[in-house]
């Protein structure tokens, strides 16, 4: 029998036309139909849930909620047994967060199928330091991999270096040998993206708008989290028979490009989607990023922050200033 409990959440709201989010306490009879309840202690936090927390109608139609599009925590209900009540779990992507309530509360209620179970030696602060931006990271050095890209080949570049998904990708890619030119409009944060592996540190404006349609070759791969001109720029610049992944849009939607470093270079654009893949997908990643892939000094350098601290470092992220991994701790007061 399902036992109502109430929890602490950080849930937004409208008020005269203004969205704002504040903790508030829920009841679990109030969560969704979905056959697993999870008892979330973290979250991580993401560009995704300050457009939701900002009133973003294309990431959450309805409100009052609760967004958090990452959560980590230990199963207290199942339907279905599996997962079985008391296994850790990691539920990212699918719906959490958007419409769905998600991580910012204690507890969600979800379908089975968007759970994975906790890697071996992992804790749900240890998941929530990757989170989503870290499964990205991943799936984009994945792809790369994937299309034979090797560290003999040549630099590989890395724009919004600074965010979340790039720092895991420039740690990632500098374990694994390759020579990572890392590309931030921060420029206080070299030092630090240099201790993630970085052998180069440049600045936006190594990818400001040039008319050229083509431009000398430097990358021989590269990881793209902003979009727009960056991308577009970017593109023009990859060695023949290169890789761009791409996950983000920070910089613009639009890509104006030429077909030219397709048919002349043989560029290969790489989509890459964290949200609707498959489960399995998912989990060979996240298996990766606790053995094989760790970044220890992304973990070592990631910010744990209370629910009274969100709004204002949501408010960060919608103002570029935001940089590095931040967990939500529901524990810390």
């Known amino acids: 029998m399902t036992k109502n409990t109430d929890y602490m959440a950080w849930q937004v709201d409208e008020q005269n036309g203004e969205y ?31 457009l939701s927390a900002s009133g973003n109608k294309g990431v959450t139609r309805a409100f009052p909620h609760t967004p958090g599009i990452d959560a980590a925590g230990v199963v207290s ?12 779990v990691i539920v990212t992507g699918y719906d959490l967060g958007m419409n769905t309530p998600g991580g910012f509360g204690e507890y969600i209620r979800v379908p089975a199928t968007w759970c994975v179970p906790m890697p071996e030696g992992w804790d749900s602060r240890t998941a929530m330091i990757y989170g989503t931006a ?9 792809k790369l991999l994937t ?48 201790a993630l592996g970085a052998k180069e540190v440049l600045g936006r404006e190594a990818l400001s708008e040039d008319k050229k349609p083509m431009l000398k ?27 761009v992944s791409i996950c983000g849009l920070v910089a613009g939607v639009p890509l104006n490009t030429t077909v030219l470093p397709f ?11 964290s949200v609707e893949i ?15 892939w760790k970044c220890p000094n992304t973990e070592a350098s990631a910010k744990d922050i209370s629910r ?8 960060a992220f919608l103002k570029g200033e935001s940089s590095g991994k931040i967990v939500l701790d529901h524990a810390k007061s």
């Open 217 to 243: 070759p430097v990358f021989a791969n590269a990881v793209d989290t902003v979009g727009g001109i960056p991308l577009a720029e970017l593109l023009k610049q990859v060695l023949p028979g290169g890789s």
């Open 77 to 88: 209900e199942s339907a279905t047994g599996q997962p079985a009540v008391g296994s850790k």
């Open 147 to 194: 299309m034979g890209a090797k560290p003999e080949q040549g630099k590989v570049a890395v724009t919004g270096a600074s965010g979340a998904v790039g720092s895991v990708a420039v740690e990632i890619l500098a374990n694994l040998g390759f020579d990572v030119v890392a590309i931030s409009g921060k420029a206080d944060h070299a030092d630090a993206l240099k």
């Open 134 to 142: 870290g499964l990205t990271a991943g799936l984009c050095v994945q």
């Open 308 to 315: 009274s601290e969100l709004d204002s470092a949501l408010k």
């Open 278 to 292: 498959p489960l399995a997908d998912k989990k060979r990643v996240w298996e990766k990023l606790s053995g094989d």
């Open 20 to 50: 704002e989010g504040c903790e508030t306490l829920l009841s679990t009879k109030d969560l969704p139909e979905g056959e697993v309840l999870v008892w979330v202690s973290h979250s991580s936090l993401n560009y995704k849930d300050a």
């Open 263 to 273: 048919i002349l270079r043989g560029v290969n654009l790489l989509g890459v989607d």
